[in-house]
């Protein structure tokens, strides 16, 4: 089945989530039921009985039993939701009033099957009302309260006057029989009619002051995300700009050394230092294009099933080379591991975290690249006898344009983006990128990627 990508709003997203979390109480109030009737009737010896036939307390557990049905039915619903990335505030609304049809209808109907307006359980049905004013509009709770007190006086009313079959509640030695008062059953549902109101009023006031919160959230959040779009454009433009020119200079610079005749050591040396400078400039721009790159929103990604194995493995042997050079022994051992990815991103993220290895470790140190690989998850961890990382520099190691006091030491330049790229690569495919420190120096850097499923970012961006 074709995922159904749906952008919801701040709102939006914490209904569903109050849908979701109203679908496991019920669970807990159910078993709750089911254990005060356990408990007053083998305990407490509480009967309940029709006039003329034996106690049973068969048909209150089976108003708990269908409870249970339906809220496994509706659990499932907010689930395949969830799978798909949420519901709407429209498809919310839906699902919350057929859940609380479904629990006024049956606490009501255990209300009838445990003594009616003599049972002080009554007061259960109050509790829909509860939810009803967080998760449906004013009106529609408003409207939820009238079909409640409909329903209570329904039901009193309809036992008072015999409609109903009164179930006497019975306890040892004593049995209740105040149904029949009409001035006992107004006083209840008068009661329970001004508290349901009260309830109402008061908790949809509340909702209504977070309902805005949540709205100025919204708006807040809309903006910051314009401010985002508007700095990607910006870096993507002027990166873009900034690249012809500077290739070009260099590309002069490398000319002038190797064409023009007369040019002391001096001279030589000076256009060295500034092609050195030259690329280093180039090496930021370049990394500043991917970083836009990747937060920008809309961005196209190739997704395909790719071998992770093999990425890692091709990346080493890239770097071979280059660690032979700096005195750095490089190690690999991985395993089959295939999931639905960029292969360029999967290959940027390896080549960052092998290169900054080999980097900032010292002649004779080693780097030890290995890829695991589950069920559920694959497992890339990039370990290396380097310099390590401080305590002070723990906190902002993967912030933008950050290097560590012991980086800026070892290597001068450096755009401080590299592990900023790589965590958002790993972010976007909905995995966890961390680091520790190893005694004695050195560091190692673990990325777990989720397997078997579309990257949920990416599959999002497409579908934009």
């Known amino acids: 089945m074709e995922r159904q990508d749906v952008t919801l709003s701040i709102t ?16 807990a109030m159910g078993a ?29 557990v089976e108003v708990v039993l269908a409870v249970f049905l339906y809220n496994a039915l509706f659990t499932f619903l907010v689930h395949v939701l969830s799978a798909r990335g949420g519901g709407t505030r429209r498809l919310t609304v839906q699902l919350a009033m057929a859940q609380l049809g479904c629990d006024m209808i049956a606490a009501c109907v255990l ?9 002080f359980f009554i007061i259960l049905v109050l509790l829909p009302l509860v939810i009803a004013t967080e998760l449906l509009p004013v009106r529609l709770a408003y409207a939820t309260a009238v079909v409640a007190v409909l329903m209570i006086h329904g039901l009193a009313w309809g036992e008072q006057q015999g409609y109903l079959q009164h ?22 549902t008068g009661a329970l009619t001004v508290t349901i109101f009260a309830i ?20 807040a959040f809309l903006f910051l995300r314009q401010a985002e779009e508007a700095k990607s454009f910006f870096m993507r433009k002027v990166t873009h700009e900034m690249r012809a020119p500077l290739s070009a200079i260099y590309t002069i610079l490398g000319t ?25 400039l180039m090496d930021l721009v370049d990394d500043l294009r991917k970083y836009s790159r990747l937060r920008s929103g809309g961005t196209p990604f190739r997704l395909r099933v790719v ?17 032979a050079a700096a005195g750095v022994s490089l190690g690999c051992q991985t395993v089959p591991a295939v999931l639905e990815a960029d292969e360029e991103m999967l290959s940027e993220m390896a080549t960052n975290l092998v290169s900054n290895a080999i980097q900032y470790t010292p002649q004779g140190g080693s780097v030890e690249v290995r890829l695991t690989a589950g069920q559920q998850e694959a497992v890339l961890t990039v370990s290396d006898t380097g310099i390590g990382i401080s305590p002070e520099a723990s906190d902002g190691i993967f912030e933008e344009f950050y290097r560590s006091p012991e980086a800026r030491r070892l290597l001068p330049e450096g755009s401080g983006l590299g592990l900023a790229i790589t965590r958002r690569i790993v972010e976007l495919y909905g995995g966890s990128m961390n680091f520790r420190a190893c005694e004695g120096g050195g560091t190692v850097f673990t990325v ?17």
């Not at 254990?35 to 034996?54: K, S, T």
């Not at 109402?200 to 708006?219: F, G, T």
């Not at 071998?307 to 660690?323: G, H, W, Y």
Request: aromatic share 10%; proline share 5%; glycine share 6%.
């Open 200 to 219: 109402v009023l008061v908790a949809s006031s509340i909702s209504k002051r977070l309902r805005n919160r949540e709205a100025d959230l919204q708006e």
């Open 256 to 280: 002038i050394e190797h064409t023009c005749e007369g040019l002391g050591d001096e001279q030589r040396e000076m256009i060295a230092r500034a092609q050195k400078r030259m690329r280093g």
């Open 111 to 119: 209300s009838h099957w445990t003594g009616g307006v003599e049972n």
């Open 32 to 60: 709750l039921a089911l254990l005060v009737l356990l408990v007053g009737w083998y305990v407490l010896g509480v009967r309940f009985r029709l006039a003329g036939q034996e106690p049973t307390m068969a048909p209150a």
């Open 12 to 27: 939006e997203r914490e209904l569903f989530y109050r849908l979701g979390w109203f679908t496991q109480v019920r669970w």
């Open 448 to 464: 777990r990627l989720p397997l078997n499923r579309k990257p949920p970012d990416l599959a999002q961006r497409q579908a934009d």
């Open 167 to 188: 179930v006497y509640v019975e306890w040892p030695g004593k049995t209740a029989s105040q149904y029949a008062d009409p001035w006992y059953v107004l006083e209840v």
């Open 307 to 323: 071998s992770l194995e093999d990425v890692v493995v091709e990346t080493v042997k890239l770097f071979r080379p280059r660690a």
